[in-house]
């Protein structure tokens, strides 16, 4: 078959990746590395052969100084506005620098099985005068993609990534999902302790949501999830899991034994539907599970 690639080929590949001063890094669904040549395991201290999650390699770097650049107060904020991004596009350029000076163009590309091929090329040496604007361009637009407080994606964000979905063919699904009694929490413990629980929730699902799902808050307690290629019975069964997994108290601010829980609508994204039909659905779902008793999920 012309231009596929042969075994041959595929040794010659790998011959040029090991030599070669691009950096390349190949990372599987569960993001996890599968592949990196010895420029990027140099760029971002990696041993021989280290196979780290993302989230991990970016955690090390960001503890010992090395590799990537992470400019924040809070590491988990970062990390939460970096995954709101990270692996939903088939393909997206991005600029990066790193703690040795060198300033990176990095390319992710996802196929449909959801692995990344990553590749990264040295441009310290253009236009550097040109660098702060672009840094504050893309600041700026990741501003305006992020929840300010948790780092998710903010409402239009992830609006957008439910659009993605229904122009995608396939079975894809989508939960909003909303903190239970949460005005009875701030009024029990204050505005910023809510806030911590918001942060909590957040975290709570990016760790157990895959790269490929959208993270969203809508605003106050309300969350959404986007689950591309996901059939209902497997995103129900996440759903119970998501509620289940909150049921061991959560130390929160000075709380060690806090709890909450949280109540979700759950639909199927159907031939025909808009972001309003999709969203109306879920949201009938969810007040149905709210006014069934909450802490459960109910199907729209
Ligand atoms: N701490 C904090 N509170 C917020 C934020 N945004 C909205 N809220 C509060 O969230 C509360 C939401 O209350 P309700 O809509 O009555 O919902 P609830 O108490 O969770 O009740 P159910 O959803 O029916 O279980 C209100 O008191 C809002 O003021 C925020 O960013 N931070």
């Known amino acids: 078959m012309p231009n596929t690639l042969h075994t041959e080929h595929i040794q010659q590949l790998q011959t040029l990746y090991q030599g070669s001063e691009l950096l390349v890094a190949l990372f599987d669904a569960s993001d996890t590395l599968r592949y990196a040549n010895p420029a990027f395991r140099q760029a971002y201290h990696l041993a021989e052969t280290a196979m780290p999650t993302w989230v991990q390699l970016m955690r090390d770097n960001h503890a010992e100084h090395t590799g990537t650049v992470i400019r924040t107060a809070d590491f988990d904020t970062w990390l939460g506005s970096a995954l709101s991004r990270r692996g939903k596009q088939a393909y997206r350029m991005l600029e990066s620098d790193l703690h040795d000076g060198r300033w990176l163009m990095m390319t992710e590309t996802v196929n449909e099985a959801g692995w990344m091929l990553c590749t990264a090329v040295d441009i310290s040496s253009l236009a550097a005068g040109k660098r702060s604007l672009r840094t504050a361009r893309d600041l700026a637009l990741r501003a305006a993609s992020s929840d300010a407080l948790t780092g998710l994606s903010n409402r239009r964000h992830i609006l957008a990534q439910l659009e993605t979905q229904l122009a995608?063919?396939?079975?894809?699904?989508?939960?909003?999902?909303?903190i239970d009694f949460f005005k009875r929490i701030n009024d029990s413990h204050g505005h910023p302790f809510g806030d911590l629980v918001l942060m909590d929730f957040a975290r709570y699902l990016q760790n157990q949501l895959r790269r490929s799902d959208g993270i969203g808050r809508l605003g106050g307690?309300?969350?959404m999830l986007v689950l591309p290629d996901t059939p209902l019975a497997q995103a129900s069964l996440l759903m119970h899991q998501l509620l289940s997994g909150l049921h061991p108290p959560r130390p929160i601010g000075a709380l060690a034994d806090f709890h909450y829980s949280c109540s979700g609508g759950l639909t199927l994204l159907q031939p025909g539907d808009s972001v309003q039909s999709a969203y109306h659905r879920?949201?009938?779902a969810l007040y149905r599970a709210k006014q069934h008793g909450r802490n459960r999920i109910e199907l729209g």
């Not at 995608?168 to 909303?178: E, F």
């Open 282 to 284: 879920a949201d009938a």
């Open 221 to 223: 307690e309300e969350f």
């Open 168 to 178: 995608r063919s396939g079975t894809h699904c989508v939960a909003i999902l909303d």
